[in-house]
């Protein structure tokens, strides 16, 4: 990504066009910068939390750094509620329970204020309701992030993985009510466990 790109919508060939035009439409404003890129279907094997999402949306630092201070909180707000209308696309009116533990209809990316890249990764089966809520808490997140003179929640979060570079992974806990740091160590040594059961 080009350092002057604030927001990019990435997504599977073959999910209906009208849900990424309305996106895009909607957080269109002179002088955003975005981009919007069309990807192959393809089969992965790996852990679910690392998959390729059907949608992912990038919020770069440029965009909180440069484009928010000059646009103003409004454009934040407008943010928030289309990626919101793109969840109620995806997820239909009903919580539909899938075998996976994390969805992989929609995520989203971001970078902290040192460009460590971040992905946002969301619970399966909950209500439209919920979803809000998750997107709610992380767009506070982020702000608090990027407008906090102190340290605050998602600093620390990211200070506790010890290895520099690479994705940083965040799930939302439905049973903490909070963002939660995702420990690729962990997860990997649980999902060999599982394998090797079968």
Known sequence: MTQNIHIS???LDGIPLDFVDEFVSNVTEKNLVLQNECRPSSVYATIEWMLPSVIAIFISKY???SFLKEAGKDHYY???DSISALFKKLFGSESELRPQKCSLLISIHSQSKEGRHLKFVF???VSQDEYGKM???LFDLLIQHYESEHEEELTRLIDR???SGGTIYIEYSTGKKKWT???PASEAKKKATKDGKR
């Open 161 to 163: 993985v010890s290895i």
């Open 63 to 65: 965009y909180f750094e």
């Open 123 to 125: 619970p399966e089966g």
């Open 135 to 137: 997107l709610e808490s």
């Open 181 to 183: 740091l995702i420990d």
């Open 78 to 80: 407008l943010l928030k």
């Open 9 to 11: 919508i990435s997504y």
